[in-house]
Structures are given as C-alpha cells and as structure tokens.
C-alpha cells in the first residue's frame, strides 16, 4: 500500500509540475508580440539587412462617386430627413442637365407615391430646390432638358 501511495502522489506531483510548466509558457507566449499584419511572407531587402525601414501608409480615400451617384445621395438623404420611417428607396430615374438634376424615387414597398427631387449643384454640393409627389414640368432657373 505505501508503495502505491508513493505512485500515486508522485503522479499527482507530475501532473501539476506539468500544469504549473503549461501556465508559465502561455503566460510567456503571450508576452511576446507577433506581428500577423503581413498578407505574405515575403520579406524586404531591408528586413533581411537587420533594418526596419518603416513605410508610410496613404489615408484612406472614399470612393469616388459621380456627379449623378452625389445628386441620387442628396435626393434620397433629404427624403429620409423629411420621413425618417421610409423604407429603402428605389430610384426609378434620373435625368441630368449640366447642374441640375431630377431624381424620381419610390419606397420598395410602394407604401407612397413616386417623389421627385429637383436638385442644383452649388460649389460641388447637390442642393435640394423642389420635393415632392407632384412637380411643375419646369422651373424658373432649371433648363428645360432636365424636366424631359
């Protein structure tokens, strides 16, 4: 019996040695940086040199949108400020004269009418003229081309 205790509290002493060895290397590993940001294993001149030359990164720039994508933003922006409980919009046109614009639009769900938004671009921003379920067919500043 005392032989078989001894096994066992040896044992015993094994498995927490073991345990207490397991915690020390995580608490280890886990003070060490890994740098993961790289997609590729490649490697610079520089890097294998012993420097570390840091690169500049750009700023993020947003996507570029045309005049028409910004006059459609503007429209739909505006109509959700008037309403903010529409649901998505659907655009079911567009027509665009130099610096104006007619957006028609319509909620997905057709819970309203079709809505026109007239819209002039001052400076580089759409401005909302007219809005609406019902627009005259011209407007004293808009050409006519944008009503057609």
């Not at 001149?45 to 990164?57: H, N, T």
């Not at 739909?76 to 079911?92: G, H, M, R, T």
């Not at 003229?129 to 057609?148: C, I, R, S, Y």
């Amino acid at each position: 019996m005392a032989v078989s205790k001894q096994k066992s509290m040896r044992r015993k002493q094994m498995v927490v040695a073991i345990l207490a060895l397991f915690i020390a290397l995580t608490f280890v590993l886990t003070m060490i940086p890994i740098n993961c940001s790289r997609d590729s294993e490649e490697v610079t001149p520089e890097e294998v040199a012993g420097e570390v030359v840091e690169q500049p990164i750009p700023p993020e720039t947003p996507p570029e949108t045309t005049g028409i994508d910004a006059a459609i933003g503007a429209a739909v922006a505006y109509a959700k400020a008037n309403n903010p409980s529409l649901p998505e919009l659907a655009i079911l046109g567009v027509n665009s004269t130099g610096e104006w614009a007619l957006v028609r639009l319509q909620p997905v769900d057709k819970s309203t009418d079709v809505a026109s938004a007239l819209l002039k671009n001052v400076n580089g921003e759409w401005a909302v003229v007219d809005f609406g379920l019902v627009l005259p067919e011209n407007h004293p500043d808009a050409p006519p081309d944008v009503f057609q």
